[in-house]
């Protein structure tokens, strides 16, 4: 009687099926193919100093992205520190040794480049999309940032604030979202997921250039960081 109603079950979905849904499968095989060819042509690297980059030659393009990818997010801040994440993401256009100031975002504008970031729990990224002959130029602005960032006291205060102000306009100033964030946070209670990504407004308002700059030593190092680049 099982088999009989399963059978019955069976050829009853199967006569709901859109005539077209195995030509559709096979359509979205065909669509996907030259997705798969790309990723073939991928050059995977890993330098003696841990980093590892991914390169993908494009044919007759004449802009170039490049994605860095940090192992580094929430669930990696120690007490005391949550948010660091995210406001090191801030500080990081903010000025280095040789582009102090924004110099990056006045730089990579002129060269009409797109480019932001954003933190999540596990990692942080970076991604910039400029002309191919400022190539050389961005590596080596995204490099000078990435190791020499420019962690002042004026910096550090005027990132605080904008990451509160963040705080404020997308978290506490909309209808439910504090206490639904709380909620599903506290579901991770006792790991390393238990705090916002955006952290605290005590731990913000008291980080300095000195607690930055060891959480910059701690994860902003090579074998840390993936580089993409198409």
């Known amino acids: 009687m099982k088999t009989e109603f399963s059978l019955k079950y069976g050829l ?49 393009t ?25 406001l090191f993401e801030h500080m ?8 102090p100031g924004d110099s990056y975002a006045q730089t990579m504008s002129s060269l009409s480049g797109q480019f932001n970031a954003s933190t999540f729990f596990d990692f942080t990224n970076y991604y910039l999309t400029i002309p191919s002959a400022a190539l050389e130029l961005a590596l080596w602005i995204e ?18 604030a904008t990451v509160l102000e963040e705080m404020a306009s ?6 439910y979202v504090r206490q639904a964030m709380e909620f599903l946070l506290k579901q991770a209670q006792g790991t390393p997921y238990q705090h916002a990504v955006i952290g605290s407004k005590q731990d913000i308002a008291q980080s300095t250039p000195a607690s ?3 959480f910059h030593q701690n ?12």
């Open 62 to 86: 004449l802009s170039v992205s490049i994605a860095s990818q940090f192992s580094v997010g929430s669930r990696d801040e120690a007490p005391g520190q949550t948010g660091y994440a995210h």
């Open 143 to 160: 490099a000078d940032r990435f190791i020499r960032p420019a962690l002042t006291q004026e910096t550090v205060i005027n990132q605080q």
């Open 92 to 99: 990081l256009f903010k000025g280095s040794k040789n582009a």
């Open 212 to 214: 930055l700059n060891q």
């Open 12 to 60: 009853l979905a199967y006569a709901f099926i859109s005539p077209n849904t195995l030509a559709e499968e096979v359509n979205l095989k065909l669509l996907a193919t030259p997705l798969y060819q790309l990723e073939q042509k991928i050059d995977y690297q890993t330098l003696d100093n841990g980093l590892q980059i991914r390169l993908l030659p494009m044919d007759n």
């Open 219 to 230: 994860h902003y190092r090579p074998d840390a960081m993936q580089l993409s680049s198409a």
């Open 170 to 175: 997308s978290i506490d100033n909309q209808p």
